[in-house]
T-cell receptor, first 113, second 113 residues
């Protein structure tokens, strides 16, 4: 069965510290992987996506993610967190053409001064 | 600017009433989706449509109905049969012709009073 697991419900990091949000997926075919960010009461904005090729993908706002097939993981990273990064982050997996994309439960990021 | 517009942003409904949420897109996307978001549960797919005049049930379709009479529009009706309709509803669309991500509207928060 297809699934996405984000093990951390919430994470708190200090401003300027590095960040890693974990994502593990289960998918029978070649996965298409996404990270989205959501501010309170807003829609979701795409941070980055992986379809094929280089397993380290760069996204907007200084985020990057690494696809590790052997670990079924697609962790999101940022070297230095800014207060404006406080939001909820969703990992998602989909098949060809993005139909029936499956979302994880989300990780809420808190940033402390 | 191209995008997805959901209206209204906030909606209040009395128990026993049907209510319709609007979703319009001008991205020329073939596929459109409705998701429900509850705290700690990620996004759950209600209905999706790959083409005009066709739509499919998602994982939690009971108590909801949709129509797709125009490519640009995919309204969602929350019926009185939906036992727990208070939630945040997100509409999304994607291209059917390319492997690509879903684009999201800003959401509608429905509250049953």
């Amino acid at each position: 069965a297809q699934s996405v697991t984000q093990p951390d419900i919430h994470i708190t990091v200090s401003e300027g510290a590095s960040l890693e949000l974990r994502c593990n997926y289960s998918y029978g075919a070649t996965p298409y992987l996404f990270w989205y960010v959501q501010s309170p009461g807003q829609g979701l904005q795409l941070l980055l996506k992986y379809f094929s090729g280089d397993t380290l993908v760069q996204g907007i706002k200084g985020f990057e993610a690494e696809f590790k097939r052997s670990q079924s993981s697609f962790n999101l990273r940022k070297p230095s967190v800014h207060w404006s990064d406080a939001a909820e982050y969703f990992c998602a997996v989909g098949g060809r053409r993005g139909f029936k994309t499956i979302f994880g439960a989300g990780t809420r990021l808190f940033v402390k001064a | 600017d191209g995008g997805i517009t959901q209206s209204p942003k906030y909606l209040f409904r009395k128990e026993g009433q049907n209510v319709t949420l609007s979703c319009e897109q001008n991205l020329n996307h073939d596929a459109m989706y409705w998701y429900r978001q509850d705290p700690g549960q990620g996004l759950r797919l209600i209905y999706y449509s790959q083409i005009v005049n066709d739509f499919q049930k998602g994982d939690i379709a009971e108590g909801y109905s949709v129509s797709r009479e125009k490519k640009e529009s995919f309204p969602l009706t929350v019926t009185s049969a939906q036992k727990n309709p208070t939630a945040f509803y997100l509409c999304a669309s994607s291209s059917r012709d390319r492997n690509t991500e879903a684009f999201f509207g800003q959401g509608t928060r429905l509250t049953v009073v």
